[in-house]
């Protein structure tokens, strides 16, 4: 089975950096997936890791470790728009299930002022 | 380039009746897939067309959702009679085929399901 963890909520302020973390565990690994996803919108796609590392896109980085089956975004510069649910989600390996994604329940940001 | 578009973006319905939720995915995409969000639960896969053709359907519920995707475009998912555990939010994702394996879902706004 497939079991993927991240915290509730979080809260920060604007400017300051924050890190979601998204640990797993899954029968097989091809990478692992972060969406944003503003209420009432779709889930926006911001990054694959597939790797070991740090991989950084701008303001929003985020990390791998298979060994550890552990991954972080970090959001640095945080801004008002940055307030929305983070979601950490790992592809099925293969077989019949290929394609489909396994979620975690999601990390509620709140940046405050 | 138009994203995923679902509609309705909400419904309201009585248990018994029938809803019927459409996708219109990407244009050229021809990985579908139908997710749902029940509240206070992750999302959670439904099934997978590969153009026309059903490739995972082993996340529905039960046999009172029916999904269709005539053509290879856009798709239906039917829910008939609809139960009150039914209620949540239903995404569409679409993808390219051949994109490489994870293939990148973009996925639409959804569509509100409420039945009372």
């Known amino acids: 089975g497939q079991n993927i963890d991240q915290p509730t909520e979080m809260t920060a302020t604007e400017g300051a950096i924050v890190q979601i973390n998204c640990t797993y565990q899954?029968?097989?690994?091809?990478?692992l997936f972060w969406y944003q996803q503003h209420a009432g919108e779709a889930p926006t796609f911001l990054s694959y890791n597939v790797l070991d590392g740090l991989e950084e896109k701008g303001r929003f980085s985020s990390f791998l470790s298979r060994s550890k089956g552990y991954s972080y975004l970090l959001l640095k510069e945080l801004q008002m728009k940055d307030s929305a649910s983070y979601l950490c989600a790992v592809p099925s390996v293969g077989g019949s299930t290929l394609g489909r994604l396994y979620f975690g329940r999601g990390t509620q940001l709140t940046v405050w002022p | 380039e138009a994203g995923v578009t679902q509609f309705p973006s909400h419904s309201v319905i009585e248990k018994g009746q029938t809803v019927t939720l459409r996708c219109d995915p990407i244009s050229g995409h021809d990985n579908l897939y139908w997710y749902r969000r029940v509240m206070g639960k992750e999302i959670k896969f439904l099934l997978h067309f590969v153009k026309e053709s059903k490739q995972d359907e082993s996340g529905m519920p039960n046999n009172r959702f029916l999904a269709e995707r005539t053509g290879g475009t856009y798709s239906t998912l039917k829910v008939q009679p609809a139960e009150l555990e039914d209620s949540g939010v239903y995404f569409c994702?679409?993808?390219?085929?051949?994109?490489?394996?994870?293939?990148?879902?973009?996925f639409g706004p959804g569509t509100r399901l409420t039945v009372l």
């Open positions: 899954t029968s097989g690994f091809n990478g």
């Open positions: 994702a679409s993808s390219q085929l051949g994109g490489g394996y994870p293939d990148t879902q973009y």
